[in-house]
């Protein structure tokens, strides 16, 4: 697209003229988006190598793109790894070499471990995931009821600050009111939920923070499910055009499929939705909690 040659029978001067546009101003667009897209599908070849490569350092991930075509060097991989705070598991057992758990925050005890919910809003679980974009990626932070599965709280950005995640947590209290003491808050030790904003939200609201073993993906195996589900079901194949798009497609899967009409094999196969309403009808009219309905967006 960067030469003046036919394009079918449309050369670069006569789709301009159709589109009112001057040629200088296209190549000027190409120019500035281009690199923006290349750098797009490099971080996307990354994060799916790292997925499926749990245990491949930036170095072993270059090699690997460069078997898929990739130029780039080891320092690049590195360097974009970082920002995207990718896990690399050494080979022995749990032990990770991470950026995002390098912080200077205080890391709670693994209060989740063993725990087996019997009700509503005694566990909550969180996670973060990236989402890619056309030009660029965004970050979906949610927070599950471990009993129901249903997702209580989202939020998504194009970035990893605190307020991303912090977002999703106020979303999660603002549904459903846990009384003070009862609730487990359990994530993984990433700077977004160690940081003291978000133990500040959480100490404000008498939850209990919960926090995963070094490098063990087990324990925080139900948020990790549901993004797996997500990612089959909804982003994989589909081609978001920015931010806002991503959010009102994704929110959309949560609230109508996810939560209301997804079979859950862990509920009987019922929605998450169904799931909650048939508990709130059995509890006695003393014990029945009020109902709070849950927002469908951040």
């Known amino acids: 697209m960067t030469s003046p040659r036919p394009q079918g029978e449309l050369t670069v001067d006569r789709m301009c003229e159709l589109a009112r546009v001057s040629r200088a101003g ?12 290349e750098e797009t599908t490099v971080r996307d070849a990354i994060q799916r190598i790292a997925l499926e490569n749990r245990y491949y350092g930036y170095r072993r991930i270059a090699k690997e793109l460069h078997r898929d075509g990739f130029p780039v060097n080891h320092k690049r991989v590195l360097r974009l790894m970082r920002r995207d705070n990718l896990l690399c ?21 693994n209060l989740a471990r063993g725990l087996v919910p019997t009700d509503l809003d005694q566990l909550w679980v969180a996670d973060i995931t990236y989402v890619r974009l056309a030009e660029e990626f965004a970050f979906l932070a949610v927070l599950l009821d471990a009993f129901s599965r249903r997702v209580i709280g989202w939020a998504m950005e ?15 209290i603002a549904a ?3 009384a003070p003491g009862t609730l487990i808050h359990h994530s993984d030790r990433g700077v977004q939920y160690a940081c003291g904003e978000y133990a500040s939200v959480l100490e404000a609201h008498g939850i209990e923070p919960s926090m995963s073993r070094i490098g063990n993906p087990y ?11 997500l990612k089959k079901e909804e982003v994989d ?6 931010v806002s798009q991503a959010r009102d497609a994704i929110g959309a899967f949560i609230e109508n499929v996810y939560n209301r009409r997804r079979l859950h094999s862990a509920l009987a196969y019922r929605p998450p939705a169904e799931f909650e309403k048939n508990i709130r009808d ?5 014990q029945r909690p009020q109902d709070r309905g ?4 951040p």
Do not use: C, I, Q
């Open 26 to 37: 296209y190549y000027r667009h190409w120019a500035a988006s281009a690199p923006r897209a």
């Open 89 to 109: 598991l050494r080979k022995r057992p749990f032990v990770p070499v991470t950026t995002d758990s390098r912080h200077e925050w205080h890391v709670v005890a």
């Open 158 to 172: 194009n970035h990893l600050r605190a307020d991303l995640a912090t977002a999703a947590l106020h979303m999660a």
């Open 176 to 178: 459903r009111r846990p």
């Open 219 to 229: 324990d925080n195996a139900k948020a990790e499910s549901f993004m797996k589900t």
């Open 237 to 242: 194949g589909r081609d978001y055009r920015d």
């Open 282 to 286: 059995l509890a006695p009219a003393a």
């Open 294 to 297: 849950l927002a469908t967006s």
